[in-house]
């Protein structure tokens, strides 16, 4: 039996497809009967046939709530653990600590109490250290508490500690360390809202450089690495590294939109968040722009994915093609 959490979310929808491919007993949680329909909607994307959703058991629970996992427990041999919060803003600090790192610390506990058999953790490329000499960043670059981290980054890097624990008592542990996931089915989130501002004629662009992959390049790794002999490892999982730039152009050509064209300069960001953070105090509203959303629109990380594919023999989806399929869902 199979449980994955976060089963509402990009990845976890995603993975949950995947996972029904198979022929595995699935269990799932969430918290709203709305978020349901997000899932139903990705699986849409993939078949017109809902017979596969029909096959998770979907429990209502909270990995903040512990009386409310219990159940989802029982005869559980592997778990996907995909639940996180997602926030650059400030105020969101202690909701993200409650959620990603007590609530996977809860996870760990149930894990080891139920005696599974192994764990696969969805982290982030901002629990992993910078670059050295300017190398591509790989799996051994060490996180580095003393610099000016964003919430969520500690708060992911705190959430793999909580992973590592498990595995000091017994559990096989996987982590992998995703880019920015470009996946189709929440357009008004996270990094859908690339998609949807783009075909709105955003305008702007900035010269930072990250890490990118499909969602799909996402959650077939996951499944293989659960399947393999692998464990106690960590991965980080980029098909391409690009500039911004580049994504807001490959989406605005996809659309048949207007590149955005107008370049905005660091100095100007550090204006935006700001007053962004000044608005957001009067009128109580979330800023349309944080100081680590601003440093990240900025900053130039590349990212190396040697480490997979020479264990996987794995192949990415360019980002191109991504873009053009997320694009195609997105119209549709």
Not at 2 to 31: F, M, P, Q, W
Request: hydrophobic letters at 40%; glycine letters at 6%; aromatic letters at 12%.
């Amino acid at each position: 039996m199979i449980l994955v959490t976060g089963g509402t979310g990009l990845v976890g929808s995603h993975l949950l497809y995947h996972l029904c491919l198979e022929n595995d007993k699935i269990k799932a949680i969430y918290r709203t009967e709305s978020s349901l329909k997000k899932v139903k909607k990705v699986f849409s994307f993939y078949t017109a046939d809902l017979f596969l959703f029909d096959k998770i058991e979907w429990f209502k629970a909270d990995i903040t709530d512990i009386p409310s996992m219990l159940p989802v427990f029982e005869n559980v041999k592997n778990v996907y653990h995909c639940a996180a919060f997602i926030s650059f803003n400030p105020k969101d600090y202690r909701k993200m600590r409650k959620v990603n790192i007590h609530g996977t610390a809860n996870l760990v506990n149930l894990c080891i109490a139920a005696k599974i058999d192994k764990l696969c953790f969805v982290s982030s490329i901002a629990a992993v250290g910078d670059s050295l000499n300017g190398e591509l960043i790989n799996e051994e670059n060490e996180w580095n508490k003393e610099q000016d981290n964003s919430g969520y980054s500690i708060t992911k890097f705190g959430a793999e500690m909580e992973v590592w624990r498990a595995s000091q008592e017994g559990i096989k542990v996987v982590v992998v360390n995703p880019g920015v996931i470009l996946g189709s089915g929440f357009f008004n989130a996270g990094s859908g809202k690339l998609f949807s501002q783009v075909y709105n004629g955003f305008k702007y662009y900035t010269e930072g450089k990250t890490g990118f992959v499909s969602v799909q390049d996402v959650v077939k790794p996951m499944i293989l690495l659960m399947n393999a002999d692998v464990k106690n490892e960590r991965f980080i999982l980029v098909a391409e590294n690009k500039t911004y730039k580049e994504i807001f152009d490959g989406i605005a050509d996809a659309f048949g939109k207007k590149r955005p064209s107008i370049r905005i300069k660091p100095w100007q960001t550090a204006i935006s968040w700001r007053i962004a953070w000044l608005i957001s105090k009067f009128t109580g509203k979330e800023p349309l722009l944080s100081k680590y959303s601003a440093k990240s629109a900025h900053s130039v990380s590349e990212y190396s994915s040697e480490k997979i594919e020479k264990t996987l023999n794995y192949k990415f989806k360019s980002i191109e093609k991504t873009i053009e399929n997320v694009c195609k869902n997105y119209l549709n």
